[in-house]
């Protein structure tokens, strides 16, 4: 537990550092698994004689139950403390790895990812929440973007990792290799993580627990789906359906529950709103941004999937730098200003990225630059979203703040693919490409193949400048949404008013300053108690 001090420092846990060490562990390791099952696809597929189906099944069964199950995870964390959420959840995300490790059929592989995704949902908020408990304020925005970081790094190396480990071992590998961190985890996270939950724990919930995760279920497979089905097909329309009918049914019982699992009132003030949309487009644009940028420097600059993954990596280091700059911004302009920054960075980095065609040096500077922006922006997004809420409440809340960042990257993938998408076949419609390769780069490079000589080589150049025009259009409308969300954080982000990690009696509503009172304060501790640990 910490001061309530000024700062704080001189009280705060002394192992807090160690502490961050193992929280953000657990997050690097269950985002860089999505990275490595992504190299391993097409090795899994010739091995357990997987269709594409089931293949999507694979890939997109983690993300479901993880959004499905994120809401409820943090609101247990709360009733049933932090450190419990932490360890439950990488137990189960070890045991669904060794599920995997040892599966011979796709329906094992479905489950285990499925199981690694429930496991991922309590860590996400539980390792939030504890980092919210053991640093103090003014140096929670710097642990939350060192936290953020990791994520990041989880991301850029998921491939090269993956890659590797597919080169040298068979695919089973990329779910071993997650038992390392697990194991680490578990032992110094039971050594060194504090206990914390709410001293009075509100009721139980399970009819919202039950509409909620349908709401998520539909909205995520509904996402999912666009970018492979568009956004006219079955399957995205009846997923929003569902998720727009429980959703609603969400927000009717909630209301009249006496202890609802969201805060309604939390939803209507503006610093919660700019900061919620801000990671949601920030994670909107780095999600498109890698999405494009993977598959054009190996089209384009002709890279390996391994090159290319080392290629993207910089971004990872770029953004833990800007996580170590951003206190020093934040002190100077406020969180606001430092988001609306970090952002503006971040979407010049992106339209620096779409300069690919000339090289890799452009795309180097391109990833520098929006890695930096990002990390100013990422800790004081999430350290403002948990200022507005009693420590009581701090794992629910993280689940909100998680959620949005899963959304951001489901719609950068789906929307900016999806501009790829149309960009590539509405391009190639107005060249002299054949209609079979016109649908996608792929089929026109196999076709460019098999034709051969000089016809072979003009038609492969063409495909590939129409795809490299139809990839930087994607990328500008990545960068645009990343520049909305450095205006909305301009607008609605407190600014140097704002003190860090002070709690929700000192949050100040938008740019006004307005301040709650600690007695109106949903839930509120009293100054200096500290919670059950």
């Not at 001189?10 to 961050?20: E, F, N, Q």
């Not at 390392?180 to 919930?205: C, K, T």
């Amino acid at each position: 537990m910490h001061s309530t001090g000024t700062d704080g420092a001189d009280t705060a846990d002394p192992r807090r550092w160690w502490i961050l060490c193992v929280l953000s562990l657990a997050l690097f390791a269950i985002v860089l698994n999505n990275g490595l099952l992504n190299v391993a696809i097409p090795e899994m597929m010739r091995s357990l004689d997987a269709d594409i189906s089931e293949l999507q099944f694979i890939v997109d069964s983690y993300a479901l139950a993880l959004a499905g199950a994120l809401l409820t995870a943090g609101t247990l964390s709360d009733r049933y403390g932090h450190k419990l959420a932490t360890l439950t959840g990488t137990a189960v995300f070890g045991a669904g790895s060794l599920v995997g490790m040892a599966a011979d059929g796709s329906g094992q592989v479905i489950a285990a990812r499925a199981l690694m995704g429930l496991g991922a949902a309590f860590i996400m908020p539980g390792t939030l929440a504890v980092l919210v408990h053991v640093f103090p304020p003014g140096e929670r925005a710097k642990a939350i973007g060192v936290w953020s970081g990791a994520s990041a790094l989880g991301v850029a190396a998921g491939p090269v990792v993956g890659g590797s480990l597919v080169g040298h071992f068979w695919w089973g590998s990329i779910f071993l290799v997650n038992l390392v961190p697990v194991a680490v985890v578990l032992i110094a996270g039971w050594l060194l993580l504090p206990e914390s939950a709410a001293r009075a724990p509100r009721r139980a919930d399970p009819v919202g627990a039950l509409l909620g995760t349908a709401a998520m279920v539909g909205l995520v497979f509904a996402t999912i789906s666009v970018s492979k089905h568009g956004w006219t097909s079955a399957r995205p329309v009846t997923g929003f359906a569902v998720a727009v009918a429980a959703g609603i049914a969400f927000v009717l019982w909630e209301r009249s529950h006496p202890s609802p699992m969201v805060d309604f009132a939390l939803l209507r003030r503006a610093p919660f709103i700019g900061a919620s949309v801000s990671i949601l487009l920030l994670m909107f644009g780095l999600a498109g941004t890698l999405f494009v940028l993977t598959q054009r420097l190996q089209f384009a600059l002709g890279y390996g999937a391994l090159r290319a993954g080392l290629a993207v990596m910089p971004v990872a280091f770029a953004v833990l730098l800007g996580t170590l700059m951003c206190s020093a911004l934040v002190r100077r302009v406020g969180p606001g200003g430092s988001v609306a920054i970090g952002l503006g960075i971040g979407a010049a980095g992106i339209l620096t990225v779409g300069q690919v065609g000339s090289g890799y040096p452009p795309v180097l500077a391109g990833l520098l630059l929006a890695g930096i922006g990002f990390g100013l922006a990422m800790g004081p997004t999430t350290d403002v979203v948990m200022s507005l809420v009693p420590p009581e409440r701090s794992g629910a809340t993280g689940s909100l703040d998680m959620t949005m960042q899963e959304l951001g990257n489901a719609l950068g993938v789906a929307v900016v693919g999806s501009v790829l998408a149309h960009g590539y076949t509405s391009r190639a419609a107005g060249t002299a490409l054949p209609d079979t390769a016109g649908r996608t780069l792929d089929s026109a490079l196999r076709l460019a193949e098999r034709t051969g000589g000089a016809a072979g080589e003009t038609l492969a150049a063409t495909a590939r400048a129409v795809f490299d025009h139809a990839a930087g259009v994607g990328l500008v409308v990545a960068a645009a949404g990343v520049a909305a969300g450095a205006v909305i954080a301009a607008l609605l982000m407190p600014g140097r008013e704002f003190r860090p990690g002070a709690g929700p009696d000192t949050a100040p509503d938008g740019a006004a300053g307005k301040t709650v009172p600690p007695e109106t304060a949903p839930g509120a501790v009293p100054a200096g108690q500290p919670v059950r640990g």
